[in-house]
């Protein structure tokens, strides 16, 4: 079992104050939390230098990822470490991620940049039902789209700054390993928990 947050941004995502050096120093200290993704605004730019950093700490591991802003919505593209090619329909955007076994999750739909009902019309292989910085309401909206569409519920902290980070966790039933931690996230062998309230989703 491992506990992940699968959504968030360094400093190359431009709106992000938080560092690579301090993401990993988080995730150093924290006593449960030792998964992340780095999932930066439409860059892999940030992705190298943080796993680089992690690689001092064994216990600790980044799961490379990106968020593309589509003209659809916000996408997340769990396990990769290349950029889709432009444009980024969510259509092509979908099919880079397919041919690459990367998991894709569609990010605070009922959030501003949210792709909202419109999922409801694509192949995607999760939704985000727990986001560490949307409303209480949009979440709950979240987990009604994911249980209509039978699809897995993710969660993720969104963070843009140190203090947000981890504030979310995903419990996943897998090894401490990229692509074991991409199937079962698939496979919907998932939980979506929330730190600051200790309530469980
Ligand atoms: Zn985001």
């Known amino acids: 079992m491992i506990q992940a947050d699968l959504h968030i941004h360094t400093v190359y995502s431009l709106d992000s104050s938080l560092t690579p050096k301090a993401l990993v120093e988080k995730m150093v200290a924290h006593s449960f939390i030792k998964v992340a993704a780095v999932t930066d605004h439409d860059t ?3 992705l190298g230098i943080t796993q680089k950093l992690a690689s001092a700490f064994p216990d600790i591991l980044i799961v490379p ?17 290349e950029m889709p090619v432009k444009p980024f329909t969510l259509d092509c955007v ?7 076994d990367c998991v ?4 605070h ?10 999922a409801r019309n694509y192949n995607v ?6 986001n560490g910085v949307s409303s209480p309401q949009a979440n709950e909206l979240a987990r009604d789209l994911a249980r209509s569409m039978h699809l897995p519920g993710l969660a993720g902290s969104d963070a843009h700054q ?3 980070v981890l504030s979310v966790y995903n419990q996943i039933q897998s090894s401490f390993d990229i692509d ?18 200790s309530i469980h989703f």
């Open 104 to 107: 894709s999750v569609v990010a």
């Open 94 to 100: 979908l099919d880079f991620a397919e041919e690459r």
């Open 162 to 164: 140190a203090s947000e």
């Open 65 to 81: 990822g990106v968020e593309i802003s589509t003209p659809e919505g916000d996408l997340l593209v769990l396990g990769t470490e």
């Open 180 to 197: 074991s931690l991409l199937k079962s996230l698939k496979k919907g062998l998932v939980t979506t928990h929330s730190v600051a309230r």
């Open 109 to 118: 739909p009922y959030r501003e940049h949210g792709m909202g009902d419109l």
């Open 125 to 130: 292989d999760a939704i985000e039902i727990l």
């Open 44 to 46: 892999v730019k940030g």
